[in-house]
């Protein structure tokens, strides 16, 4: 099975800031990953698919990169409504994996 | 537009078989490319994925729990349905039906429903 590993579990940021969240794949996996933000008592919502491609209405401060192993993504000037969970997904082959999420939080 | 809606107990017994409902709309299983699948959450932790069946009838299931698992198409068009034998405290979670497309990812969620185990 194909492990994701998630970095880092927590992170404090301000508004502005801008912040990078890593998923490192234990093989590689080409593009088959997405990436998908958590709100407390919410459904995930995907924001990105194919790594890379933004999901429609999603907005475009949100930013996804990365093939094979190592996939990043990046929010470039977060805002009040960005504190929340983000878990990767890795669905290039059964079991599909999730990582274990990243808190991110109000400095 | 594609939605989905589980359904099922909120309260089970250790031990007891748990059969959710998964409803939905705005596609059709039967159609190539499209999928229905399972995923839980247990409080303040991941996701995990359970399973899936396809519009082809294959079904796919987490190796951790394929003993336990069952998901089958419902009586209706519009419907899946997935069993869980045997269950336990730690199956306590809330239980996400899914829909995949073409990239077999995860793209529309239903809104969940927490299943507590208990005696």
């Known amino acids: 099975d194909i492990q994701m590993t998630q970095s880092p579990s927590s992170l404090s940021a301000s508004v502005g800031d801008r912040v990078t969240i890593t998923c490192r794949a234990s093989q590689g996996i080409r593009d088959d990953l997405a990436w998908y933000q958590q709100k407390p008592g919410k459904a995930p919502k995907r924001l990105i698919y194919?790594?890379?491609s933004l999901q429609s209405g999603v907005p475009s401060r949100f930013s996804g990169s990365g093939s094979g192993t190592e996939f990043t993504l990046t929010i470039s000037s977060l805002q009040p409504e960005d504190f929340a969970t983000y878990y990767c997904?890795?669905?290039?082959?059964?079991?599909?994996?999730f990582g274990q999420g990243t808190k991110l939080e109000i400095k | 537009q594609i939605t989905l809606k589980e359904s099922g107990p909120t309260l089970v017994k250790p031990t007891q078989t748990l059969t959710l409902t998964c409803t939905f709309s705005?596609?059709?299983?039967?159609?190539?490319?499209?999928?229905v699948g399972w995923i839980r959450q247990s409080p303040g932790k991941a996701l995990e994925w359970l399973a899936l069946?396809?519009?082809?009838?294959?079904?796919r299931y987490s190796p951790s729990l394929k003993n336990r698992l069952t998901i089958t198409k419902g009586t209706s068009e519009n419907h899946v349905v997935l069993s869980m034998t045997n269950m336990d405290p730690v199956d306590t979670a809330t239980y996400y039906c899914?829909?995949?497309?073409?990239?077999?990812?995860?793209?529309?969620w239903g809104q969940g429903t927490l299943v507590t185990v208990s005696s």
């Open positions: 705005g596609f059709s299983l039967s159609t190539s490319g499209q999928h």
């Open positions: 194919a790594a890379s």
């Open positions: 069946i396809s519009w082809d009838g294959d079904k």
């Open positions: 997904l890795q669905h290039n082959s059964y079991p599909p994996a």
């Open positions: 899914t829909h995949s497309g073409a990239l077999k990812d995860f793209d529309y």
